[in-house]
């Protein structure tokens, strides 16, 4: 307790006193500098993370809009199909019209729902059970049921949707709320069948109520694993508090759409005797929801966005019921058609493309593409593919097209009158080569002769048609699309969005006079991922707010939603779903999310394997197999297509040989197919590793049961409608060795699950660890 001297020891046991220990202290300008030396080396640290994490994103974004552009040329192939081969033949693809045009009930509300009624629902069910109206406690049950894993049973799924539909009808195309005096509406953005972010926000803000309204902007389903369960909720909810309780339309609110990005699926696994029901009743509901919502008019909420076309009065008085896929051009009868022989060499200027004379996009160009009846329609000069990488031009690039003054002078051209629209018209483009492709195989023989080819018109690829006001209910439609499909960007003006494949892009000039149009001063959007959850854009006037967490891979991006009160100022809310997450360090989630991306590039490199090895072999003159960076960087950009920072990305894509080139061969070490059949050829093969989720949603569409099982006939269908869609060359003699080769039990009928699961790309460390495990 007295004075004294402080005594330690050093670490070799001595004992120091407290002047000894002063004389060692570091002083105070080396200890500036080791703080400037660690302070130097966390910010680098901090900013190669940062830059991992962006072209993570990066990689994720770009992939994920190169399938909506797959799936939106694969609708626009369908709808030309059915729009004209069914007329001109008289006996067209039947197989597709069942899913792709309306569906007309032949029942009356009061007829089917006493059909939903005597539906048996049996004893051992455990799950909820439903009454008309529904109660808080229904709501309750259904919320314990779903945290529970308890399905709703069929019956209660179908009185559900019946009763949603009901309810939908009654409302007009754009909700107007009020924000209620000491109340806050809650926004929220996509969800995804993510059933977790939902019920977080529940938990952290509050079950829908009077007290606690709701507007969820669209996107509901597809992607995620519980996109039945989340529906099923928002319905619940929307019939419980009506006025409290509001669903905008988002552009996965599309049964075209459902195809390829999961819902259908789930719903014909989790409903195998109502499924198909099901389906029908959703596709009515989804096309019912309202498409816009306007608060205290000042606030605008649509899902994608606006152009410079949008018009809130017009859209306050279309049916939007007859959208029932925006993917989907509204049909045009053979009046509307015009059947013309016409010399390409000599054939004026359309005033169409006159009147653009826009600039080619960076995207177009980037990607190496042969130029798409979208670029050509600018009067930009055309790029074919073919020849850029010093090939000789191919029979499929001419089919396209693309001969150069080699064409036959008479050629037959299908056109549709009155399709002509600004720039920034809602659009669904097709910047693939494939997007223009000659049809001749699928028509008889007696339509065409052998010097006519039939040009396929796409959505946006007309081009040479005179100029003649739309039908209103294509003008409908566009309005329609560009709120479903458009995104902001920082440059002023409107541009058709080329980078997603439909609707526009929007500037700050387009938001400002929209809005001063209609005396509003905000626009809240979702439809884009953004790893904070939303982003604020164009001075402040466009939020986009984005609920769905973990959207890419764990821990890629937080949800989060927005509360606006009566002085209509924006409160952002942030979470994320995970059990994992927290347990991981910044640079663990980083690794794990940058992971899965390289895995997806490498998948996407493996696919193209052929044609990158080919192009790799023209630089590489010595047959070393190595080429520099920069041409390696150069030909993957241009094959795979994807704007991608491809010199960054090199290190864990391809080794480095000794002299600092590239092994090129090195980029597909790490992939290898799974276990394909034999008697597939390898150029089949890659062929179906790269367009494997195209041919599994024409699959989709022809197993009108979805029992997993089609014909040896029907697969033929199937690959005739894959290779006119793709533009690929197969053989009928191949295509029916493949069919009996994969008839293993030899009933006629093919397994097409296990078929593409053949065709699947694996990781050669994955199988390595599963055979250890």
């Known amino acids: 307790m007295g004075c004294g001297t402080s005594v330690t020891t050093d670490n070799k046991g001595r004992r120091l006193t407290t002047d000894q220990m002063a004389k060692k202290t570091p002083s105070p300008a080396l200890a500036m500098k080791a703080a400037i030396l660690i302070q130097r080396w966390y910010r680098r640290y901090i900013a190669r993370l940062e830059m991992r994490q962006r072209y993570t994103w990066n990689i994720f974004q770009s992939i994920e809009y190169a399938g909506e552009q797959d799936q939106l040329q694969l609708s626009s192939f369908f709808s030309f199909m059915l729009d004209n081969f069914t007329q001109l033949n008289g006996n067209g693809p039947d197989l597709i019209s069942h899913l792709l045009d309306p569906v007309v009930d032949p029942w009356s509300d009061r007829e089917r729902q006493t059909m939903f009624e005597q539906i048996t629902v049996p004893e051992s069910y455990s799950g909820p059970h439903l009454t008309f109206p529904l109660t808080v ?16 049973h069929g019956r209660y799924m179908l009185q559900l949707l019946h009763q949603t539909k009901k309810l939908l009808k009654q409302m007009p195309n754009v909700i107007h709320l009020s924000t209620p005096y000491a109340k806050e509406i809650t926004i929220c953005g996509d969800l995804h069948g993510r059933l977790d972010d939902l019920l977080l926000i529940f938990y952290k803000n509050g079950l829908p109520s009077a007290e606690t309204p709701y507007v969820f902007n669209g996107d509901f389903v597809d992607r995620g694993k519980k996109s039945v369960e989340v529906i099923i909720l928002l319905f619940a909810y929307q019939l419980l508090y009506p006025d409290h309780m509001t669903l905008n339309r988002g552009n996965h609110e599309d049964h075209i759409m459902n195809l390829r990005y999961g819902f259908t699926k789930e719903v014909m696994q989790k409903y195998k005797t109502h499924g198909r029901d099901i389906l029908l009743l959703v596709q009515d509901v989804f096309s019912l929801l309202p498409i816009a919502t306007v608060i205290d008019n000042k606030v605008l909420i649509v899902h994608g966005g606006i152009s410079d076309m949008t018009d809130l009065y017009l859209l306050s008085s279309i049916e939007r019921h007859k959208v029932k896929s925006a993917l989907r051009l509204p049909r045009r009868s053979l009046n509307h058609l015009e059947v013309t022989r016409s010399s390409r060499q000599g054939q004026p200027e ?20 042969p130029e798409s009846p979208r670029c050509r329609s600018r009067g930009q000069p055309e790029r074919p593919r073919c020849r850029s990488r010093g090939q000789p031009e191919s029979p499929r690039c001419r089919s396209r097209g693309q001969d150069h003054g080699n064409t036959p002078k008479k050629r037959r051209h299908l056109t549709r009158q009155g399709s002509s629209s600004s720039s920034s018209s809602s659009s669904l483009c097709s910047p693939r080569g494939s997007s223009r492709l000659t049809l001749c195989r699928c028509l008889s023989p007696s339509m065409l002769s052998p010097t006519d080819n039939l040009q396929v018109p796409f959505l946006d690829s007309f081009t040479a048609l005179p100029v003649r006001q739309p039908p209103r209910e294509e003008l409908e439609w566009k309005q329609v699309v560009d709120l479903l499909w458009s995104d902001p960007k920082s440059q002023p003006g409107c541009s058709p969005n080329t980078f997603r494949g439909g609707g526009s892009y929007f500037g700050p000039d387009v938001t400002r006079r929209l809005l001063e149009r209609h005396g509003m001063t905000l626009l809240i959007r979702s439809h884009e991922c953004k790893q904070e959850g939303y982003e604020v854009c164009h001075d402040g006037q466009v939020i986009t707010i984005f609920s769905a967490s973990n959207y890419y891979e764990e821990g890629s991006n937080r949800g989060a939603y927005i509360k606006l009160g009566r002085e209509l100022v924006p409160r952002f809310f942030q979470y994320q779903v995970s059990r994992n997450t927290r347990k991981l360090t910044l640079t663990q989630r980083v690794n794990v999310a940058e992971g899965s991306a390289v895995r997806a590039v490498q998948e996407k490199l493996f696919s193209h394997r052929s044609e990158l090895m080919a192009a790799f072999q023209q630089y590489d003159t010595s047959n070393s197999g190595c080429i520099s960076v920069s041409e390696w960087a150069l030909v993957v950009e241009s094959v795979v297509r994807l704007d991608l920072p491809w010199r960054t990305l090199r290190p864990r894509l391809a080794r480095l040989a000794p002299d600092g080139s590239i092994d090129y061969q090195s980029c597909f070490e790490d992939m290898g197919p799974g276990q394909p059949i034999p008697q597939v050829t390898p150029n089949l093969a890659e062929t179906l590793y790269r367009y494997r989720t195209d041919l599994e949603i024409i699959f989709n569409i022809m197993d009108k049961d979805h029992s997993g099982q089609i014909s040896i006939e029907e697969f033929r269908q199937t690959w005739h409608l894959f290779s006119a869609h793709l533009g690929v060359e197969v053989d009928d ?11 293993f039990n030899k009933d006629g009928s093919i397994d097409f699950n296990e078929f593409l699961e053949a065709f699947r790309v694996v990781h050669k460390l994955d199988v390595k660890d599963q055979q250890q495990g």
């Open 350 to 369: 359309s005033p169409r493309c006159r009147s653009r004379g826009q600039p080619e996009s960076p995207r177009c160009r980037s990607r190496g593409q």
């Open 733 to 743: 003699r191949a295509i029916d060795e493949l069919a009996k080769s994969i008839d």
């Open 137 to 152: 406690s229904h709501t309750n049950a259904l919320l314990s049921a779903f945290k529970e894993q308890q399905p709703l």
